[in-house]
């Protein structure tokens, strides 16, 4: 992986469209021509209010999706960009997810919030390849209804495999579930639960009750992968700020299998 | 080849160098020290061999020469950027054997871990070091026990007995002026450290068990976070990014990298309000594990260098290899709890 040129010297790339999400979350479909798998992420930048790690959301053919919450100094910058105008990109850096990892296995995938991004790209997959997979589980929670991300795309993922749409609390009377995505994970029936994969992005909290939710109803270890999120400056082993243990967020993951990812204490 | 050079000589030399080289070297800025009227020795450029301070041990290390505390990556305008220019010399650093060991743990992050950094390696390609050798050892230090005392991969070496100045040359870019300027040629063998006042142990049976160990809870008061031990070592090597503007002009700027300390407040802040590592005992368990054991793990061998630097800074008197040498009672504490 050792590259001669100057890594930290940002690209421009235009913003194709903007897809609303809520007030606060939107996916910026960015040109990018290039490989690129679910997982990995992007450093995004504007000159003068500084960079952001953000996920890649979705991988088009000559495009990346980037799916941007508006909580910090750079995403609110961002977000006064429309379509036709640009940022600097840097990247894509990180391992990412490997599909090869699921195909012919029972997959489930568990999301909490913007959790959902980085691994929509396997969704994504797994919809347009529903075959690939034994059967496909995704299981996304929000904190409510006006939360939820990706609305139009669960329309298709709904029609390829098994999604289960949950809000921590809605007013009564609401079309959704309303519950945490833990409950759920005892209501999965398996073939096979030893050859069973899982897939947990979220929130820590939500990411070690999922994880432990799916061992205790008998999933393996070395079956789960999980992704991490960290402060990054760099993205690329040097800035020191993602480390955990002899670990690089940046460089080692953000995708863990589980194996690996129990051991990353804080 | 070894050489034996008296003052004025040595400054030939010097003056030679200073052509092609900025040449850095401990030396005293009085009264640039922490409390009036004292002194601070650290790394500045010299001109003649009277700056460089052999007989104490500098404050700071080199590392500023090869990670400026502040480093300007890029210019940019709104749509286009601008790398920064590099240094237009190349340097020579005098330096003590614990700090270029050091040298060995920098280039394992900035040239080896995963990507190779652009701007760390063009200053790197261009420097030349010259040991500092120590005849006994300073407060504080533990090179002994971290094998640091001893060191080969210098260019030239560099001892002063009082009236002359003894060089082992092993650069043939120095070769003529050496060979232009000796009083006599003699064999030398640069001094070294063969036993500290300070001893540490580091157990080789730690595991992350560690962590539940009570002996982090006294540096959560102790502690005040001030990052001082981080920015005195040789050997740490973190940095945030930071874009300025300029204020006539607010569409034109920089993004620098700057060091930062995995001490202070804010280190490992993501948006949104999340952070890690809220207390100071946890910041110090990080700091002391990632020093003597995880990047061991990594890389095959201990960061620290023992150089003693972040005791001698500490304002609250914490000492790091006193916390190494709890480190093997910490590890009986977890394996009691655990069995």
């Known amino acids: ?266 | 080849m070894g050489y034996s050079l008296n003052i004025d000589n040595m400054n030939t030399v010097i003056k030679k160098w200073s052509e092609s080289y900025l040449i850095y070297a401990p030396k005293c800025f009085e009264g640039g020290g922490t409390f009036s009227d004292t002194d601070v020795v650290r790394y500045g450029q010299i001109e003649n061999v009277e700056e460089i301070v052999f007989n104490k041990k500098s404050d700071f290390s080199f590392k500023e020469v090869l990670l400026p505390i502040s480093e300007t990556l890029f210019y940019f305008t709104e749509d286009s950027v601008k790398e920064a220019d590099e240094r237009k010399k190349k340097a020579i650093i005098f330096l003590r054997s614990c700090d270029l060991h050091s040298v060995r743990r920098l280039d394992e992050i900035y040239l080896n871990n995963g990507f190779e950094d652009y701007y760390y390696k063009r200053l790197r390609e261009n420097v030349k070091f010259i040991l500092l050798g120590c005849k006994s050892s300073f407060e504080n230090c533990f090179c002994v026990d971290m094998q640091t005392n001893k060191v080969d991969s210098y260019h030239a070496s560099i001892d002063y007995d009082g009236e002359s100045f003894l060089i082992d040359n092993k650069c043939s870019d120095f070769e003529n002026d050496f060979e232009n300027s000796f009083n006599k040629k003699q064999d030398v063998i640069p001094s070294y450290v063969t036993e500290n006042h300070v001893k540490v142990n580091i157990p080789d049976n730690i595991t992350l068990d560690i962590i539940k160990s009570k002996m982090w809870d006294e540096y959560d008061s102790r502690c005040i976070s001030c990052g001082r031990c981080n920015f005195v070592c040789p050997t740490c090597t973190c940095f945030t990014m930071q874009d300025i503007f300029y204020t006539d002009n607010g569409k034109a700027g920089e993004r620098r990298r700057v060091w930062a300390s995995c001490m202070v407040d804010g280190y490992t802040d993501v948006a949104g309000g999340g952070s890690y590592r809220k207390n100071n005992g946890q910041r110090m368990r990080f700091k002391v594990l990632h020093k003597v054991y995880d990047y061991k793990k990594r890389n095959g061998y201990h960061m620290c260098v023992g150089c003693g630097r972040c005791d001698d800074i500490c304002p609250q008197y914490i000492s790091y290899s006193n916390c190494i040498n709890k480190l093997e009672n910490a590890m009986k504490e977890v394996n009691e709890i655990e069995s």
């Not at chain 1, 003068?48 to 000559?62: F, L, M, Q, R, T």
């Not at chain 1, 799916?67 to 100094?73: A, F, L, M, Q």
């Not at chain 1, 999301?111 to 969704?123: D, E, Q, R």
């Not at chain 1, 993602?242 to 804080?266: A, E, M, Q, R």
């Open chain 1, 1 to 266: 992986m050792k590259l001669n040129h100057n890594e930290y010297i940002p690209f421009l790339s235009e913003i194709k469209e903007v897809i609303k999400h809520t007030d606060i979350e939107y996916t910026f479909r960015m040109s990018y021509i290039g490989n690129v798998k679910p997982g990995q992420f992007f450093e995004v930048s504007i000159p003068k209010y500084g960079e952001a790690p953000i996920s890649v959301s979705g991988i088009g053919n000559d495009t990346v999706d980037l799916t941007i919450r508006r909580v910090g100094k750079v995403t609110e910058e961002v977000f006064e960009k429309y379509a036709g105008d640009k940022l600097f990109l840097r990247g894509p850096y990180g391992n990412g997810f490997d599909v090869e990892n699921y195909k012919g296995k029972e997959l489930v995938i568990i999301a909490g919030g913007t959790g959902l991004s980085p691994v929509k790209g396997i969704v994504d997959y797994f919809s347009q390849n529903a075959s690939e997979a034994k059967s496909t589980t995704l299981i996304a929670g929000f904190k409510s209804p006006n939360d939820i991300l990706f609305t139009e795309d669960f329309k298709s993922w709904e029609k390829n495999m098994n999604v289960i749409l949950t809000v921590d609390s809605a007013e009564e009377n609401s079309k959704y579930n309303v519950g945490l995505v833990t409950q759920y994970i005892p209501e999965l029936k398996f073939e096979n639960i030893s050859e069973a994969v899982a897939v947990v992005v979220g929130p820590p909290a939500m990411m070690r009750f999922s994880t432990k939710g799916l061992l205790d109803v008998g999933f393996e270890e070395k079956n789960i992968w999980i992704s991490q999120e960290r402060k990054m400056c760099c993205g690329i082993g040097k800035c020191g700020h993602c480390k955990v243990d002899d670990t690089y967020i940046c460089l080692d993951g953000p995708v863990f299998n589980y194996t690996k990812g129990k051991d990353l204490i804080d």
